[in-house]
């Protein structure tokens, strides 16, 4: 007879056991090179290095040629006074200079002495000019006589440190009682 309807579609089944790992395939064949990539953005500066060492002492150049004679400088300030120097050696003695003119003639001193004299017995006789004449207060000589005893001094005498005023003599003590004589020679 003629093929009848089909039946209605049955419930799923329950799900299977899991199947065993199949074995690896075999390595596929290389693909082929891939574009280049764009290029990458510029990376930030590093930061700066330590210093190096220092290097050796490098050679000396050769010397330059000579410069040109510069400008002449300005006059320095005057510097400060030097010692003094040593004494220099004595100088050679001149020559004789010539004679000078004649002086004005002295007074006549000669004219105007007096001799004036004192005696007495002791040891010492001294004759003063001034004791005789005011006007001729110097003495310009002298001299002693003694009767007896020997002569130990026959000088002038000053005043101070001023010129002789005067003349004295002196003896020894044996010829005491005789005159002893100062004669001194009085001049303005």
Do not use: H, K, M
């Amino acid at each position: 007879g003629a093929q009848g309807a089909q039946g209605p579609r049955g419930y799923q089944g329950a799900q299977g056991p899991r199947g065993y790992q199949g074995a690896q395939g075999a390595q596929g064949a290389q693909g082929a090179q891939g574009a280049q990539g764009a290029q990458g953005a510029q990376g930030a500066q590093g930061a700066q290095g330590a210093q190096g060492a220092q290097g050796p002492r490098g050679y000396q150049g050769a010397q330059g040629p000579r410069g040109y004679q510069g400008a002449q400088g300005a006059q320095g300030a005057q510097g400060a006074q030097g010692a003094q120097g040593a004494q220099g050696a004595q100088g050679a003695q001149g020559a004789q200079g010539a004679q000078g003119a004649q002086g004005t003639q002295g007074p006549a001193v000669g004219v105007s002495s007096r001799v004036y004299t004192v005696s007495n017995t002791g040891g010492t006789a001294t004759a003063n000019c001034i004791d005789f004449n005011p006007s001729t207060p110097f003495a310009i000589g002298g001299g002693a006589l003694a009767e007896t005893g020997v002569l130990t001094a026959t000088r002038p005498v000053f005043t101070g440190n001023g010129p002789a005023t005067g003349w004295q003599a002196q003896r020894t003590s044996q010829g005491e009682g005789n005159n002893i004589t100062a004669y001194v020679i009085c001049a303005p």
